[in-house]
């Protein structure tokens, strides 16, 4: 992933001409002030100045030293390895840093365990609550590596690591996972858009319908499929969350499309008997009728059975069935 040039964005603006105070200092990083202190204390990178009364002042050095390291870290450099770099080359890196690190041994860090580098950075911005950092990052992800992967290789394990940290720490974290999942779902929004209009040619002949199944409201996964059939060039129909069977099947019968994926989360939700009416909706002249495929997609149709219906296990799976059932329309 990229680095912010320094002076490039406002979260890491040029080092004043005028040293800085604490508080100045830390709203131009975007950090907290306790992170600088913090900072001095377990790595050494402090101010050169000090004034009367012992309060400090950051000098255009010491500026610079910090924008490099508030860049490593958020690239997902550990702290301390981030101060060495810093303080060594002004962030500059002697060699590339693994795509894999191991775990952090950070105290509150989460558990992330043997992951892409961006993983870390992701989980770090995420547990400061920093926002533009992690937009920034995840939109890194997705234009460096692509949906399937990012999604694979860098958002679920983050996601992952959020919910074990949520469950086993009570009502903490709650506002991490939230601020994450928003942030997932406007990226993968955003690279749908990206991909090319789709409705520049109307109707579209037999679409691509995206739907979790009544009741089911975790959307992400089918978010990041309907993202990575965009960049494919494959028209889509997403509707979300729940919807409603009777809803999904008057969706199906107007659009006649070439697969109906239904997302479970949970087997409580799944419903083989909606997948089975789904499959068995035909149109068309007599003599070319038609119906769609049906993908039956997450962890909740396990262990279910529908004839006909095609199972993916992964989102790189689910791209390949989706779009070779969507190419023998066509």
């Known amino acids: 992933m990229s680095e912010m040039p320094a002076g490039g964005d406002a979260a890491y603006p040029s080092a004043a001409e005028v040293p800085l105070t604490t508080g100045a200092l830390a709203r131009r990083l975007g950090v907290a002030p306790t992170t600088l202190r913090s900072w001095e204390r377990r790595y050494g990178i402090g101010p050169a100045v000090r004034a009367e009364g012992r309060h400090r002042r950051w000098t255009p050095r010491d500026v610079a030293l910090l924008e490099a390291m508030c860049r490593l870290t ?121 991909s090319g ?40 129909r997403m509707f979300g969350a729940a919807v409603p069977a009777e809803a999904l099947t008057t969706a199906v019968r107007r659009l006649g499309p070439a697969a109906v994926v239904l997302w479970a989360q949970a087997r409580s939700t799944a419903s083989p008997a909606l997948a089975r009416h789904l499959a068995d909706i035909h149109w068309g002249v007599k003599g070319a009728r038609r119906q769609p495929s049906v993908v039956l997609a997450g962890p909740g149709w396990s262990g279910t059975s529908v004839r006909g219906a095609l199972r993916p296990t992964t989102l790189a799976d689910a791209v390949g069935i989706v779009s070779g059932t969507y190419a023998e329309w066509h």
Do not use: F
């Open 197 to 236: 209009p789709q409705g520049d040619v109307s109707p579209v002949i037999s679409p691509v319908v995206l739907a979790c199944v009544p009741g089911e409201q975790h959307t992400l996964p089918i978010e990041a499929l309907n993202a990575a059939l965009g960049e494919l060039g494959l028209p889509t």
């Open 74 to 194: 958020s690239s997902g450099v550990p702290p301390a390895e981030a101060a060495r770099v810093a303080k060594r080359g002004a962030g500059s890196h002697e060699g590339p840093v693994p795509a894999r690190s191991r775990k952090s041994q950070a105290p509150g860090a989460l558990p992330l365990g043997d992951v892409r580098q961006e993983c870390r950075g992701l989980a770090r911005a995420a547990v400061r609550l920093d926002a533009p950092a992690v937009e920034r990052q995840l939109a890194d992800a997705v234009g460096q590596y692509g949906t399937v992967v990012a999604w694979q290789e860098v958002m679920v394990p983050t996601l992952h690591a959020v919910g074990r940290k949520w469950a086993s720490s009570g009502d903490r974290y709650v506002e991490v996972e939230h601020l994450l999942s928003w942030h997932v779902s406007t990226a993968l929004r955003r690279r749908t858009s990206l």
